[in-house]
Structures are given as C-alpha cells and as structure tokens.
C-alpha cells in the first residue's frame, strides 16, 4: 500500500491527529500555510469528490463544524477557509479536505492568470448548452 495517507490512518507514519473517530482521522498539515492548519481524511480510501460517497462527505463536513469551533476557542482564529483538491493541484490521491485558519494579518493572496479568462456569458454558454 503506497498511499501516505492510509499509512497515517494505520499508524504506519506519525500525525498530530486532534480529532478522530471510526470515519476520519483529522492531523496538523505537515508543511501548514497558517497555524492550525488541518486536514479531514476519510478512513477509508477514496481518490476525490467523485468516488466519495455522500454520508461520508456529510460526516466531514460535520467534523468540520466540530473543528471550526475548536479552532476558534484554542488558537483565535478569525476565519477559516476550506479547500478540497481534485485532479490537478491534488498532490495525495486520497480524498481529503483542508481547514485553513485565516489570521488577521497572513497576507494569503490567491494568484492566478487573468489572461486564461473568456466572456463570462461564453462560459455560461458552454456550461448550460446541451
Ligand atoms: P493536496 O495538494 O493533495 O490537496 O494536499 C496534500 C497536503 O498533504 C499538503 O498540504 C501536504 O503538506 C500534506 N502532506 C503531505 N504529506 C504529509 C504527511 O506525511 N503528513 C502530513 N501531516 N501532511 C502531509
Ligand atoms: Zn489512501
């Protein structure tokens, strides 16, 4: 089994884990953009939002909820931003949702190339045509 994030789940490599139950297991991010920075990871191995089955993603969302709450009456946090890569952007092939603490002043700054943007009504276009 090659997947680090099942070898977490099994014990096989540390985690900071804070919070974990029979679905999930939620640990510190090794390399964190902000303090606190945590991942959700589903027990079981599914690659993205495609495979992953609703009651699974339901329960993570409450996990987030549950950790949102933590977060916010431990490190003070003043927001809190979740990401969930898929395909591209998605380093570890195994389902997992980001809870990023904002602070005040971390000057995170989402780049991205205007130039790759089309007429927003081509896009509407292209998306609602049969
Ligand atoms: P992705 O790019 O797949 O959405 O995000 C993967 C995340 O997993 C990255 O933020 C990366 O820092 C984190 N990560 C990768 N390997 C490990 C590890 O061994 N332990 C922990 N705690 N996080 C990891
Ligand atoms: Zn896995």
Redesign the pocket.
Known sequence: MEC?FCK?INGD?P??TVYEDDVVKA??????TTNG?L?IVPKKHYENIIDIDLTTLNHINKVAKKLYSLLKEKLHIDGLTL???NGL?????HY?L?LTPRYVDDNIKHSFNKDLLIDIKDVYQKLTSE
């Open positions: 680090i977490i490599i985690s900071y640990f510190l991010d090794i390399n964190p920075n991942l990401i969930q890569n952007g998605q380093e570890i092939k997992h980001h």
